[in-house]
C-alpha cells in the first residue's frame, strides 16, 4: 500500500506541476519563479476545463482533461514559435542568481518533506488512513461523485452527480462549491487507479512537503529581495507553525482551506511585485496576470483566503499609497502631511469596501453564521502571545523571535508594515475567539465562518516572516557581541552566529523534549493528536471490520442496485471509501425543508413498508433493492455528525431478522444485508 502511496504522490506531483511549468516558463525567465507558479496555473486550468466540459456535456476525467491541458500549452508553444521564430528561444534565458534561488526553494521543500513525513505521514493508521469527521463526509463523498459522474464544474456540485444518483438524491439541488482539491483529487484517482483515502493523503503531502514551503519561498524572498540571509532563515521557519498547515490536516481537516491557504503566499508576492518600484512594464504586466490567475484559483479553492490574503496587503496598501504621495509631492514641507492623508484616504476607502462586502447578499450565509467563542477574554490575550491559536499548542520560544522580527520592523520601518499584517490578524482571531454573537466579530471575522481555526491558520502564516527576521535580528546581535569580543570579521565569524542562533532555535521550536521533558512540545501533540485521529477503531463511524463487511456486499449486491443505508452507522463513507451505491450519502439536511418527501417515508416507515402505501411507493420510485446495516455508536455519531436524531430514523433502527418484507443476505455480528422482499410490494 505505502507503494501506492509513493505512486499517488508522483503522479499528483506531475499533475500539478507539469502543465503549469510549461506555461509559465513561457513568458518568466526564471525556473525557480515558473515551479512555485506552476500549482496555481494548473489548478485554474483544470477548474475550467471542468466547467467548460460540463457546459458541452463532455465527460471529464483525467483523460480528456489531460489532452485539453496539453492543447493549451501545445497552442500557447505554437504561438510563441510564430512570435519568437526559434525554438531554443522559446524559453527566456536563466536570470541572473536563478541557481543560487534554486538552493535556497530547494531548502524550503527539503525542510518541508522531512516534516510533513514526521508530522503527517508518520500519525497515519496506513496510507489509506482517513480522519472521519464532518467535513470530510463532503469532501471524500465529492471526490467520489466527480469520478464516478465525469460533471467536474465547481458551479453544479453533489454527491449524486451520477446518472443514477441525481434521480434518487433525498436532498436534491446542486450548486457552486470551492472544489479545487476535490478536482486535484479525482485527477490522481483517475490517473493512478489508487484508492481514494490512499489519493486524499498523498495530495495533502504534496500540498504541505512542498507547494506550501515553495509558496513561501517566494512570498519571503519578495519580501526580502536583497537580504539573502533572511531568505535562507525562513526555511528554518516554514514547518514551525502548528495552527498552520498542521492544524488544519491533523487536527482539524480542512483540505479546501489548506489548498487555498498553500497558494495565498505565492499570489500575495504577485501583488506586491506589481506595485513595487524599479519594476518594467512588462513586468508589472506579468505580475498583474499572475495575481488574476491567483485570484482564479483561491476562488476555486476557498474564497475566504481572498479575504485572508486582503488581511496581509491592507497594511501594504496603505504603506505604498504614503511613500508613492510622499515620493511625488513637490514640496519638501508638505510631503508627511500628504503621505498621511493619502494614507488615511486608503485606509478609509478599505474599511468601506470590507463593510461593503460584509452586507452583500451572496456572502450572508458565510458572514452571518456564527461560531461560539472558544476562550475568555484574557486567556485570548495571552494565547496570542504565545502562539497558541485555536487547535495549537503554546509555542513560547517561537513568539519570541516572532517578537524579535516586530522589534527589528520597528527598526527597518521599510518592514513595519509586515508587523501590522500580523497584528491585525491576531485581532480578527482574538475577536472570533473570544467575542459572542456580536456585529463586531461578523463583521471582523465573518468572511471565515467566525471560525478561530481557519483565522489562526492564516495567522500563523503572516508570522513566517516576522520569525525569519527574529532569526537575523538575534544573529546580528550576537555577530556584533563576537566582533566586540574578539576584534575579527570574516565569513567564519559570520557562520558562528548562524550556528549559535538558529540550532538552539531548531532544537526548542522543533523537538523541545530533548532539552525540557517535553514541556513546550507542539509537535508531539499534534502527532499524539493526529495518531488518535487517525485511528478508525477508536475514533471513527467506519472501522475496518465495517469496510470488510461492505466488500461482502459488493461482491452479492451489483452496481446498479441501490441500497438503503443508515448513514449515521458509519455507511455514509462507504460511498467515497468504498465506491457502494448508497441512498444517504450525506451527513445532514434530514428533517429539513430540502429533503423529499420519499425519503422522510423511507427513513421514518421503513421498518413497516409492507403495510404503508406511501413508504411501498417510495421505495419503488428509487427502485431501492437492498438495506444496509453496519454496527452503529450512537454516541459517536453525535460527536461526527452533531444533527444525528435517533427518532428520525425510526425506520431502519427498528429492523430486525424477523421483521416482515425483508430477507438477510449477509451478517456478521449485528451488521446485516437484508434484501427487500419484491413479493410483498
Not at 30 to 41: E, G, L, M, R
Not at 250 to 259: A, F, G
Not at 622 to 647: C, F, H, N, P, W
Request: hydrophobic share 50%.
Amino acid at each position: 500500500m505505502w507503494s501506492d502511496f509513493v505512486l499517488a504522490v508522483l503522479v499528483g506531483v506531475a499533475l500539478l506541476y507539469l502543465p503549469g511549468f510549461l506555461l509559465v516558463r513561457l513568458v518568466a525567465s526564471s525556473n525557480v519563479t515558473s515551479f512555485v507558479y506552476a500549482p496555481v496555473v494548473s489548478l485554474t486550468m483544470y477548474c475550467a476545463m471542468g466547467a467548460f466540459n460540463y457546459s458541452l456535456g463532455i465527460h471529464s476525467s483525467v483523460v480528456s482533461i489531460g489532452v485539453l491541458a496539453l492543447g493549451v500549452v501545445v497552442g500557447a508553444y505554437a504561438v510563441a514559435l510564430g512570435i519568437r521564430r526559434s525554438v531554443k528561444s522559446l524559453w527566456r534565458p536563466a536570470c541572473d542568481g536563478d541557481l543560487g534561488s534554486m538552493a535556497r526553494c530547494s531548502l524550503y521543500i527539503g525542510v518541508g518533506v522531512v516534516a510533513a513525513s514526521l508530522l503527517f505521514v508518520l500519525p497515519l493508521d496506513g496510507p489509506a488512513s482517513l480522519v472521519q469527521t464532518y467535513d470530510n463526509v463532503h469532501h471524500f463523498g465529492l471526490v467520489r461523485s466527480f469520478v464516478d459522474s465525469g460533471d467536474w464544474s465547481l458551479l453544479h456540485t453533489s454527491l449524486y452527480l451520477d446518472e443514477a444518483g441525481r434521480a434518487v438524491n433525498p436532498l436534491p439541488g446542486a450548486g457552486y462549491y470551492p472544489a479545487a482539491w476535490h478536482v486535484l483529487c479525482a485527477m490522481v484517482v483517475g490517473a493512478s487507479s489508487v484508492d481514494l483515502p490512499v489519493v486524499v493523503n498523498s495530495v495533502n503531502f504534496i500540498l504541505v512537503a512542498i507547494a506550501f514551503p515553495s509558496a513561501v519561498f517566494m512570498l519571503v524572498k519578495t519580501l526580502f529581495p536583497d537580504n539573502a540571509r533572511v531568505v535562507v532563515l525562513g526555511a528554518v521557519c516554514v514547518a514551525a507553525f502548528g495552527a498552520f498547515p498542521w492544524v488544519l490536516v491533523d487536527v482539524w481537516p480542512l483540505y479546501p482551506n489548506t489548498l487555498s491557504l498553500t497558494m495565498m503566499p505565492s499570489v500575495i508576492a504577485c501583488f506586491i511585485r506589481v506595485c513595487s518600484d524599479n519594476v518594467t512594464c512588462r513586468r508589472r504586466v506579468l505580475y498583474g496576470s499572475g495575481f488574476v490567475v491567483g485570484l482564479l484559483c483561491l476562488t476555486f479553492s476557498q474564497p475566504n483566503s481572498i479575504f485572508s490574503m486582503a488581511v496581509f496587503l491592507i497594511p501594504f496598501c496603505i504603506y505604498r499609497a504614503s511613500c508613492i504621495a510622499y515620493q511625488r509631492c513637490p514640496r519638501d514641507g508638505k510631503k508627511a502631511v500628504r503621505a498621511f492623508v493619502v494614507g488615511a484616504a486608503t485606509l478609509l476607502a478599505i474599511c468601506v469596501i470590507w463593510l461593503l462586502l460584509t452586507a452583500a447578499p451572496f456572502l450572508q450565509a458565510v458572514v452571518g453564521y456564527y461560531w461560539p467563542p472558544i476562550t475568555s477574554g484574557v486567556q485570548g490575550a495571552f494565547d496570542v502571545l504565545k502562539l497558541l491559536f485555536a487547535g495549537s499548542v503554546s509555542q513560547p520560544v517561537l513568539a519570541v523571535f516572532v517578537f524579535l522580527g516586530i522589534a527589528y520592523a520597528c527598526i527597518q520601518r521599510r518592514y513595519l508594515w509586515i508587523a501590522c499584517s500580523y497584528a491585525l490578524s491576531c485581532l480578527i482571531y482574538y475577536v472570533a475567539s473570544t467575542f459572542g454573537d456580536t456585529w463586531i466579530k461578523h463583521v471582523m471575522s465573518g468572511f471565515w465562518y467566525t471560525d478561530p481555526y481557519r483565522i489562526g491558520a492564516f495567522a500563523s502564516i503572516f508570522a513566517i516572516p516576522l520569525a525569519a527576521m527574529g532569526l537575523y535580528f538575534a544573529m546580528k546581535v550576537v555577530e556584533r557581541i563576537l566582533e566586540s569580543a574578539y576584534q575579527r570579521k570574516g565569513s567564519f565569524w559570520k557562520l558562528v552566529p548562524a550556528i549559535a542562533v538558529v540550532v538552539p532555535f531548531a532544537v526548542f521550536v522543533y523537538a523541545p523534549n530533548a532539552v525540557t521533558a517535553g514541556r513546550w512540545d507542539a509537535f508531539r501533540g499534534f502527532i499524539e493528536t493526529a495518531a488518535s485521529l487517525n485511528d478508525n477503531a477508536a475514533t471513527g463511524l467506519y472501522d475496518s471490520r465495517e469496510k470488510a463487511f461492505v466488500e461482502e456486499v459488493k461482491q452479492v449486491v451489483s452496481d446498479d442496485e441501490l441500497i438503503v443505508n443508515h448513514p449515521y452507522d458509519g455507511s455514509l463513507f462507504a460511498y467515497s471509501v468504498s465506491d457502494l451505491n448508497i441512498y444517504y450519502r450525506y451527513i445532514a439536511g434530514y428533517g429539513f425543508p430540502g429533503e423529499t418527501p420519499k425519503s422522510v417515508s423511507i427513513r421514518e416507515g421503513l421498518a413497516g413498508w409492507p403495510n404503508c402505501q406511501k413508504t411501498k411507493e417510495a421505495l419503488r420510485s428509487v427502485d431501492a433493492r437492498y438495506v444496509l446495516l453496519l454496527d452503529i455508536d450512537r454516541k459517536r455519531a453525535k460527536d461526527v455528525a452533531l444533527s444525528y436524531d435517533e427518532g428520525a430514523w425510526i425506520g431502519l433502527e427498528t429492523i430486525t431478522d424477523e421483521t416482515a418484507g425483508f430477507e438477510v443476505v449477509l451478517r456478521d455480528g449485528d451488521m446485516r444485508l437484508y434484501r427487500i422482499l419484491d413479493e410483498m410490494a
